[in-house]
């Protein structure tokens, strides 16, 4: 028997998982996924660890993980990229990754946001 969900692109079951939120979370998510399109056209979606949003380029950039409270935007190497507005507000004892907790009155430094995304993606290429 065919597993419907196997045949769908990660693309797909991004776009799934924004509709299914239904929130302010899917409405996060949704503007995270923009501004990572938006700094890298490049960005591969993938959709790993039973249904976490992950961009690749050259490597792991970040993940989208969606919680009751927050939205999570975990940078895979996020210790080494430099963050002159302090985007980073969590996982921040980690020797290589850390995160962005979104919550859902915030608003998106969305200039510092894209120069992190930009950050990440010409770290893998080094």
């Known amino acids: 028997m065919n597993d419907v969900q196997s045949e769908k692109t990660p693309a797909q079951k991004i776009d799934e998982r924004i509709a299914e939120l239904g929130d302010w979370r899917g409405d996060m998510l ?3 996924r923009a501004l990572i399109k938006a700094a890298e056209p490049q960005i591969v979606e993938e959709w790993k660890w039973r249904g976490v949003p992950t961009w690749y380029r050259d490597g792991m950039i970040c993940t989208g993980e969606t919680y009751k409270d927050k939205v999570k935007m975990t ?3 996020g210790a ?3 963050d002159p507005a302090g985007l980073f507000n969590s996982s921040l004892d980690g020797n290589v990754r850390r995160a962005i907790d979104f919550h859902e009155d ?7 946001l894209l120069a992190l995304i930009r950050a990440a ?3 893998n290429a080094s």
């Open 30 to 32: 949704s503007r995270i």
């Open 75 to 77: 940078f895979a190497k």
């Open 80 to 82: 080494s990229l430099p």
């Open 106 to 112: 915030d608003v998106i430094d969305e200039e510092a």
């Open 121 to 123: 993606v010409a770290l």
